[in-house]
Each structure stands twice: as structure tokens, then as C-alpha cells.
């Protein structure tokens, strides 16, 4: 669900007369032309409530911004996660077994439950390990942006990994930036 | 403390009639403007001494940039920890016990001292850990820009993490991009 | 070996006087100018096969791209590796033993062979550990540019951390965005 979106790119109009083929500068010899400057777009999206685990997204966030993205030809896109109990990485898109893996591995390391020696307790055993996990894999994705599309390698895919027991919509900021 | 400042923006005057103050666009080729295109502004700071663990650092880093991330209606905001021995990280910004547990996990999962395996002890037992533990969290952070602000969670804020029993100031080269 | 390139700088020609080459401004709007607005630059480098562990790298990713890196007065370089069994990190640049200490974590923290939980063994028992040491480091970088170089800290150096037993080449798209 798109919740905002600002998409802004700095047009200079000037009488040309010579052909410019660089695709950041001037496109129409005879006339005004429009020279586009490095373009951004903002925009933030929230996926649907998913259950504690790893999740393969990335059909998702380029259903969300794909139109945006089809308008750079070379960028960076930045993902942003809202919120410090989930995460964002980018590993194996075809296998789920290493996101099932990944959750193995990431619910041995925290201890949880009585034993676990934390503080923090009053949202529930398992929201500081949460917290920990989100810090180990980061709330934030920064993508090469090559020729419209997100430029990942053949086995790369882009996970939410929802550390809470009861989760919730979570929210992303996406801004793309380039030419 | 300011350790040095770049801020720039291409600007392209023309002979025009009305000003326009949208910094993005010019709607009418004919009418008066000067275009901004987007700007960047670097700055290197540096916090004084933190006693080893985690630190909500958040309104430090916004006094030293604020005002130059008034300036950017949208864009990114890049943080870059000049050490080895510390990290940054976003997590929870409100309750202090989230933090004192997430230094807590750390030092409970990175052996330290004599029955540690590390070949790495010439700077002392803590030193090897902290290399490690900034590994884990990052020494840096991108950030979104909206309106003139860093565009984080309700409940984020900048960490910085400190692994040194022997603390020393820290330095962070900050970058803005944007519009 | 570089197996793609893009290199973009949007130019808006004007009537003027004089040349000025200060990519970032004009001071003098009576002048003649050519004013560049932000350039960037999009290069897929491949390094290769490096044996199982943390190796220092940076001087193999300045060789390929310090060239395009010298035309940035203030910007950012943005590092992606293609791949979900290897990682990017920033990290001591010195003392050989703290890569080989760092390879000593993450095998004593990430279980492999037999013993191990995982569903993903297809590939080999060291796959879904390197899956795994993949989320942790990450397999992405972005580092400021100042005055055309990397402006990392002292004793900062890139890190490529292969987790596979049998190595190949590594894909690694670099993103230079700035002024």
C-alpha cells in the first residue's frame, strides 16, 4: 500500500541547435528542449503482516515501485524499514529452506524464554531478541539500479525477516536516485 | 566538532521573469528561474568519548547536521564511522535497557580474554572483540531525507556502538544528497 | 576484469564568456559556462577467487575504479557484491591476523558438517553457512568520496570474506554518485 510518494526531477528548458546523444542532456536539436538532471523518487510502502521467519520480497517491493524504477537508467535504490523488532537483507531467492535455515540459525544464537538475561522484557520474551536480530541484519537495502531494473545477481532476492511472534504491517521508505 | 564541510549545488541561471522557489522544476520555459539541481553536502564530526556499549546518539549527530539537513526536501543521508573498534547501528531509541541487553549479547557471543582464540592481542583483550562486533553491526548507516529531516521510525534511532574499554572520540563523515 | 561501464554527467551548455571548470557551480552568472550537474558512474568489476576466509581488498577495487573515482570532488561510492555465499565488510587494513581471527568467529559461531540443523545441504556443508555469514557481514558497502578518493579512516580497508571451500569470482557492481 503506497502511503506517500514525491517523485521530482530538475528540468532546465534551452534553445539548442546541435544534437546532444548523451541520454542526460538534450534529446531535440531543433527546438526548447529539456535537459534532465539526476532524478529522485520518494515513496513508502507497507507490506502486509507475514509471520516470524524469513520472507522472500522481492516480487513485492518491485510491484510497489517498479514503474518508478523502469524511469532510471543508471541509480541507486535505498530501501528503509520502519521499525526495530524485523529486517531487511539480501540472500538466496529460490530455496526457502535457507530462509528456514536462516531463522534456525538466527533463534539459536538469541537466547529467549526465562533463561535468556534480559532486561528488556516487557513486550514479550521474544521482543529483545527482536531487537538484536535487526540489529545483526541491518533495517536497510542500498541497490544498484541498471537500466530500469534492480541490479542483483541470478541468486540474490530481497528478504523481510519478521523477528516479532504476532507481527504487524511494516512499513518502507524506498527512494530511488539517478539519471 | 566540525572537522571539515563541503556544500554545493549546481545552480543555472537564466534570463527569466517570475521566480520560481520549487528548487525541482522550471513548468515554463519562458518564465524566470534559477534551477537548483540536486545538492550534496559532506561533513566530518566527531563525538567525544563513550563509555563501551551501546549509545542513543541520534540528537548528537542531528545538532551538528541539522541545519544543512533543513535544506534537502528529499534525499539521503549517509553516516560513515572512521574506526574498526566501534559501529553504528538503528535500533530502539526510547527504553536504555535495550541497549544495555544488546551490549550484553554481544559480549556474551565474542569470546574476550584468556581462553579467547584470537591471534590478534597486541592492543589488548578487548580489541579483537571489538574488531569483530564491527563487523556485525556496520560503521555505517544511509538514512532517508524528507522535509528537511532524517525519515526514521517512531521508535529508531542512531546507535553508536562502543567496544573499547578505553573509549576515545569518534569520528563520522556525513553525507548528504538530495533535493 | 571490467565486464560493463557506464559514465554519465548531465551538461547544460550557455551562452558565456569564459570557461569555467568547477563541475559544481557558477559564480558568475554574467560568464560563460558549462555547468555539470551530479555525474555518476556505474561499473561491474570481477575479482578473482580468493580462497575461504577474509581477504583485504581495496586496493584491488581502487585499481579498477580509482580513475573514475578522481573525477568526484564530494560524493559516494557504492559497492555491490552479486553474490549470497561471500560478503563485503570494512575492517582492520593491517594486521593479517585480525582477517584470520574474524575467519575463527564465524566458523566457530555458524555450525557446519553432521552436527549442523540445516535443510539445505544440496550444495555442500559449507553452503548454507556461507549463506548465513552473508546476512551477517552483508554484501553491500557505501563509502564517501572526497577530493576524487575513498575517505575511509586510517586504519580502514574493504574486506571481501569468501565462505565457500571451493571459491570462484566474484561480481561486484560499483555505483559512484556525486559532484
Known amino acids: 500500500m503506497q502511503v506517500s510518494s514525491i517523485s521530482i526531477a530538475a528540468k532546465v528548458p534551452l534553445r539548442v541547435k546541435s544534437l546532444h546523444t548523451n541520454p542526460a542532456t538534450i534529446n531535440d536539436p531543433s527546438s526548447t528542449a529539456t535537459v534532465a538532471a539526476p532524478k529522485w523518487a520518494q515513496k513508502t510502502i507497507t507490506l502486509p503482516p507475514l509471520k516470524r521467519g524469513c520472507h522472500h520480497v522481492t516480487s513485492k517491493i518491485v510491484k510497489e515501485v517498479g514503474q518508478e524504477l523502469s524511469g532510471f537508467k ?7 524499514l520502519h521499525h526495530t523488532s524485523a529486517s531487511l537483507t539480501i540472500n538466496e531467492n529460490y530455496d526457502y529452506d535457507v530462509r528456514d535455515d536462516t531463522e534456525t540459525f538466527l533463534n539459536r ?3 529467549e524464554g526465562p533463561s535468556a538475561p534480559w532486561k ?3 513486550e514479550g520474551p521474544d521482543d529483545m531478541p527482536a531487537h538484536i536480530k535487526s540489529s545483526m541484519f541491518g533495517c536497510a537495502l542500498t541497490i544498484p539500479i541498471t537500466n530500469g531494473k534492480l541490479n542483483m545477481g541470478t541468486w540474490q532476492g ?3 525477516c519478521e523477528h516479532r511472534d504476532y507481527p504487524t504491517s511494516r512499513t518502507i521508505v524506498v527512494t530511488l536516485n539517478g539519471i
Open 109 to 111: 544464537l538469541v537466547p
Open 120 to 122: 528488556h522484557t516487557l
Open 158 to 160: 530481497i528478504w523481510l
Open 74 to 80: 543508471c541509480g541507486l535504490a535505498h530501501l528503509f
